[in-house]
């Protein structure tokens, strides 16, 4: 996909081993501002693996990440500071209320605690948890939860986000509010990583979408070039076709066989 844009993110030549099993094979990838990029793949396909690597979370890879211009092997870590992340299974402090912990993160990407404060007691009310910002976040619902790593993503107004199944426990409600705020922080300028299984949420925000399968890019493009070279109607229909699967059905049977075959012995 072409863009004359500014260059947020450039890979080259990404690869990576865990022992000796090739997770990343030789990945590269040119990331423009404003993109909302849906980085999708099957079940161990990298894509976490990726967004560790660009995070700085995980080492010992080879090729280059850059990020703002700087490789992140080299950069003394200040890119994070533009950076918000939203991880699929996050571990939050659930002995501190939402606001130390919110406060807590702020601090950590260099705000004023009183303006982190404020800014975090604003964003809760936004999602309709402001009662709650005193409250343990172990007392938390799911949802509430994740609304709050929402927000701890986004209060030092990052340029890079990268997203990891963020609307995970959210009421449709928020949804709305999660994707629309996706589309508005695009429109300003912020580039977004958002790696989902939902495809047809996928398809309808990312302006590019990128399949990684055995940690290799199979295909890159806005969701009508995918359409138009696959023959398929829906994200998911791609997703399957490129991703070679077709036995669903003969799955769900064997499945629903394999659970019906203790009755038969409960009845003997
Ligand atoms: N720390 C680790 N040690 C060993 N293997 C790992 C480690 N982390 C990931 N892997 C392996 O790397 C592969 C890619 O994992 P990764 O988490 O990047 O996949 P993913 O595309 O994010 O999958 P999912 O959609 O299930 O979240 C998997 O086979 C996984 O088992």
């Known amino acids: 996909m072409k863009n004359t844009g500014e260059v947020v993110l450039c890979i080259k030549s990404l690869s990576k081993k865990f022992g000796n099993k090739t997770v990343l094979n030789g990945i590269d990838l040119e990331v423009y501002k404003g993109q909302i990029i849906g980085y999708i793949g099957p079940n161990g396909a990298g894509k976490s693996t990726t967004v560790k690597i660009m995070l700085g979370l995980l080492d010992g890879y080879s090729g280059s990440v850059e990020l703002f211009g700087k490789d992140i092997s080299s950069d003394n870590y200040t890119y994070k500071r533009k950076i918000g992340y939203v991880p699929e299974t996050a571990e939050l402090y659930e002995n501190l209320t939402a606001a130390e912990y919110l406060v807590f993160v702020g601090e950590l990407y260099g705000m004023d605690s009183s303006i982190a404060e404020e800014k975090a007691r604003k964003l809760m009310k936004e999602f309709g948890i402001e009662e709650v910002f005193h409250s343990r976040i172990s007392s938390f619902s799911k949802g509430m939860k994740q609304k709050v790593l929402i927000i701890s993503s986004l209060l030092h107004d990052p340029d890079l986000l990268f997203f990891d199944e963020p609307l995970s426990g959210l009421d449709a409600n928020s949804v709305v509010i999660i994707k629309e705020l996706m589309t508005q922080l695009a429109e ?28 290799t890019i199979m295909a890159d493009g806005s969701f009508e070039e995918l359409k138009e070279k696959s023959e398929e109607g829906t994200l998911e229909e791609i997703f399957n076709q490129l991703t070679g699967f077709h036995q669903h059905k003969s799955i769900a049977q064997d499945v629903v066989s394999i659970i019906s075959e203790g009755k038969e012995y409960e009845s003997v």
């Open 188 to 215: 300003r300028g912020k580039t977004i990583f958002y790696s989902s299984h939902i495809m047809d949420v996928v398809e309808k925000i990312s302006n590019r979408i990128i399949l990684l399968v055995n940690g």
